[in-house]
Nanobody, 120 residues
Framework: QVQLVESGGGLVQAGGSLRLSCAASGRTFSTYTMGWFRQAPGKERESVAKISGGGTAIYYADSVKGRFTISRDNTKKAVYLQMNSLKPEDSAIYYC?????????????WGQGTQVTVSS
């Protein structure tokens, strides 16, 4: 029903920036809350940010607040994660995901992930 493809990951020095993109298929993209998650080796997956369908409700994890910005372009069916002032602890596979309800913790669709590696 919804397919998600992440891109934009890579290797960056600490203090640098990356912008992740998530391209979505589907006919009702604007109705979905979109989230970014990350998972580092040996650690559980954690929520990084989410944005409601219309972009009016946004959440950031405390660990990234002030450094990361989530945005979306419903005309392009895309969601972005601008990551600034990157730290080695930000290294992880980053996933975008979609849910029909901003207040749900369960997401219905997931991308394959994109690797972000921040060197010290």
């Amino acid at each position: 029903q919804v397919q998600l493809v992440e891109s934009g990951g890579g290797l960056v020095q600490a203090g640098g920036s990356l912008r992740l993109s998530c391209a979505a298929s589907g006919r009702t993209f604007s109705t979905y809350t979109m989230g970014w998650f990350r998972q580092a080796p040996g650690k559980e997956r954690e929520s990084v940010a989410k944005i409601s369908g219309g972009g009016t409700a946004i959440y950031y994890a405390d660990s990234v607040k002030g450094r990361f910005t989530i945005s979306r372009d419903n005309t392009k069916k895309a969601v972005y994660l601008q990551m600034n002032s990157l730290k080695p602890e930000d290294s992880a596979i980053y996933y975008c995901a979609a849910t029909t309800n901003y207040y749900r913790s369960t997401y219905d669709y997931w991308g394959q992930g994109t690797q972000v590696t921040v060197s010290s």
